[in-house]
């Protein structure tokens, strides 16, 4: 019988063991080092808890296809973040990500927080916990790749020295539905400071001017921050870069059709009086504000590519500055060595006297060697409406408060 009762007596003793164990598991399940009430078996027992669970990092490890509306962010429940290292890899190109940590050291930022599309993101972090124990993650993602995207051709060339009669114009590849958000993106801006407003024309064209031409000497610098701005549904810009030009000295030559004569001026002054052929009855000049958009020292022109039929073709056309995107130049003409001066006989271009060939000797030769892109010509007294603001770069025949009413933002 005493034998029994001791068994029985050791038979408790360990059971009441295994309670007490079992109770000091059961309390040390409702203590977490954050006082959430979770499980955390693992600190009672010495052990450090996983990184994931110290630092969290959003997008998760190995997400793809990211879309730009998606927030970076590094946290930590309780503890301290000590540092965070965002790499973004883009055109095959590194480049830190910059950011700030909250004032409880619970929470990373970046500074910029739209994502980049079509760019790799590494982040790297460590933090201490609450327990004072030191966690490092190491995270990689991807963003969206898109299937469309649009990019801006910019007028002037960067770093071009051009005519104070100049037009910023982007001639976008892709009809733009979110002209606010593209407008937003383009910055034009001038050196000394002068006032640069915006006008659409349709929704793949937006042009800059100032008020009245540029001062002579002005430094205008054009920034595209078009990256990933959603310019239509689906389609996303390209372009993150920087232009600039310098304004050279004032030349604004004036045509008289009826006259048929050309003033160029400059600086207000007069430089000369040439003798010139405007269009003929059928085909008169356009009048109005046209700027010099391109200087070819010969080219090629053919009536049927502006829709004039077989009437001409001209291979070898010296001294030729264009207009207007419809086709009209001021040009050197050989073939009616009398008419300038004395009858219009174009087909709606400005023609001044030259040689086969050209010679810089000629009034054509002598006027193309001190033209700019972007110097102004003017016509008066042609039998012909105003060249439209979007032909070429004819925007300074609108008025600045019709112009400035073109722009989205307000």
Not at 125 to 153: C, K, M, Q
Request: proline share 5%; charged share 25%.
């Amino acid at each position: 019988m005493r034998q029994g009762q001791g068994r029985a007596r050791r038979a408790g003793a360990a059971l009441a063991a295994v309670l007490t164990w079992a109770g000091l598991l059961a309390g040390a399940a409702g203590c977490t080092s954050d006082g959430s009430g979770g499980s955390d078996i693992g600190e009672v027992l010495g052990k450090a808890p996983a990184p994931e669970d110290v630092i969290r990092i959003s997008p998760d490890d190995g997400s793809k296809d990211v879309r730009p509306g998606r927030r970076l962010v590094v946290r930590v429940p309780s503890g301290r973040l000590e540092s965070v290292k965002v790499v973004r890899s883009q055109d095959a190109q590194d480049s830190a990500v910059p950011g700030r940590v909250s004032a409880d050291g619970l929470r990373w930022e970046p500074a910029e927080p739209r994502l980049s599309l079509a760019a790799k993101y590494t982040v790297d972090a460590v933090a201490l916990d609450g327990h004072g124990r030191r966690s490092a993650r190491h995270t990689t993602f991807t963003t969206y790749v898109p299937d469309e995207r649009f990019i801006g051709y910019v007028t002037p060339e960067n770093r071009s020295t051009v005519g104070t009669g100049m037009i910023v114009s982007l001639e976008f590849n892709r009809e733009i539905a979110n002209r606010a958000a593209v407008e937003r993106a383009v910055r034009v801006s001038a050196k000394p400071a002068v006032e640069v407003r915006p006008h659409w024309f349709g929704n793949a064209r937006l042009d800059f001017r100032p008020e009245r031409y540029w001062k002579p000497g002005t430094q205008v610098t054009v920034s595209l921050s078009l990256r990933d701005v959603e310019g239509a549904r689906g389609v996303y810009g390209l372009q993150y870069k920087t232009f600039s030009f310098t304004v050279g000295r004032s030349q604004v030559s004036l045509v008289d059709a009826a006259a048929h004569t050309m003033q160029v001026r400059r600086s207000g002054a007069l430089l000369a009086t040439v003798p010139i052929t405007a269009g003929a009855p059928k085909h008169t000049t356009y009048n109005g504000k046209m700027v010099v958009m391109e200087m070819l020292d010969m080219t090629r022109m053919n009536s049927r590519t502006v829709g004039f039929g077989g009437e001409y073709d001209i291979p070898d056309v010296p001294h030729a500055l264009r207009l207007t995107d419809s086709g009209t130049f001021l040009h050197g003409n050989y073939w009616a060595p009398n008419a300038p001066g004395h009858i219009n006989v174009s087909h709606g271009c400005v023609g001044l006297r030259d040689v086969k060939g050209g010679s810089s000797e000629t009034p054509a030769g002598w006027f193309f060697d001190r033209s700019l892109v972007g110097d102004v010509v003017q016509v008066v007294n042609s039998n012909d409406k105003k060249v439209a603001p979007d032909n070429g770069l004819g925007g300074w025949n609108m008025g600045w408060k019709e112009w400035k009413a073109g722009g989205v933002v307000k």
